[in-house]
């Protein structure tokens, strides 16, 4: 079931930038704390890219630390949506990239985990081409 979903991927080159936005579905009832971005590459593990707390309108972020200074995650208007502003992106950013959300506790040491979320969007795929 898509709970989450996510919009804005598509294809740039080396250096250009891409925004990912999501909500929750239409019927959301799920009340979270967290939101977080998430990728996966052909063959690769599912890895978390950034998180922030939207109990308190976004101000604790985590962020990857291949994505530190390029990407930004922010609150969007509720608790339930957040965009991903991708700046000076790099081929290895290509991925299918994927929202999450959860109502569990988290810190720095286990926002990056995928058993941590409850919701999930479908996916958009980001190219990054050289």
Excluded at 5 to 23: D, P
Excluded at 65 to 84: C, M, P, Y
Excluded at 103 to 129: I, K
Aim: aromatic share 12%; net charge neutral.
């Amino acid at each position: 079931q898509v709970q989450l979903a996510e919009s804005g991927g598509g294809s740039v080159q080396a250096g250009g930038s891409l925004r990912l936005s999501c909500a929750a579905a239409s019927g959301y009832t799920y009340k979270t704390k967290w939101m977080a971005w998430f990728r996966q590459a052909p063959g690769k593990e599912r890895e978390g890219v950034a998180v922030t707390y939207t109990g308190d309108g976004g101000r604790v972020t985590y962020y990857a630390d291949s994505v530190k200074g390029r990407f930004t995650i922010a609150q969007d208007n509720t608790e339930n949506s957040v965009h991903l502003q991708m700046n000076n992106l790099e081929t290895e950013d290509t991925a299918v990239y994927y929202c999450a959300a959860t109502a569990n506790t988290l810190y720095s040491w286990n926002w990056a985990a995928a058993s941590m979320y409850r919701l999930w969007g479908q996916g958009t795929q980001v190219t990054v081409s050289s």
